[in-house]
């Protein structure tokens, strides 16, 4: 069973920087991507950043473009968010999902929706406050 761990979150001051953690388990497949996700209160879950991990692609949302990077260890099954220059409208639950990608659009396609996510970490709290 594929377990994903999400972890790094906390509170942090305006301007300041948290590096998410996204650790996949039970894998039985090589290939997939990861996304970062976020949700705050009243609002819809959000891509944030995506990552293929045979580096097909990257993706950020405008809003955290230049400020937020994504990365991955295959080795270690496990993808980063390095989030600086931080603000208050970041604050959110982030998650992380797991697309299986077996087809070659699967590899080449962005998948921006929740709903294309096979698999769900349980979510890490960022507050950004003064």
């Known amino acids: 069973e594929v377990q994903l761990q999400a972890s790094g979150g906390g509170l942090v001051r305006p301007g300041g920087s948290l590096r998410l953690s996204c650790v996949a388990s039970g894998l039985t497949f090589h290939d997939y991507v990861v996304g970062w996700f976020r949700q705050a209160p009243g609002k819809e879950r959000e891509a944030v950043s995506i990552?293929?991990?045979?580096?097909?692609?990257?993706y950020y949302t405008d809003s955290v473009k230049g400020r937020f990077t994504i990365s991955s260890d295959k080795a270690k099954n496990t993808v980063f968010l390095e989030m600086n220059t931080l603000k208050p409208e970041d604050t959110a639950v982030y998650y992380c999902?797991?697309?299986?990608?077996?087809?070659?659009?699967?590899?080449?396609?962005?998948?921006?929706?929740?709903?294309?996510?096979?698999?769900w970490g349980q979510g890490t709290q960022v507050t950004v406050s003064s």
């Open positions: 990552i293929s991990t045979e580096n097909t692609f990257t």
């Open positions: 999902g797991l697309r299986r990608t077996d087809s070659v659009m699967d590899k080449l396609v962005i998948p921006t929706a929740p709903g294309e996510y096979n698999y």
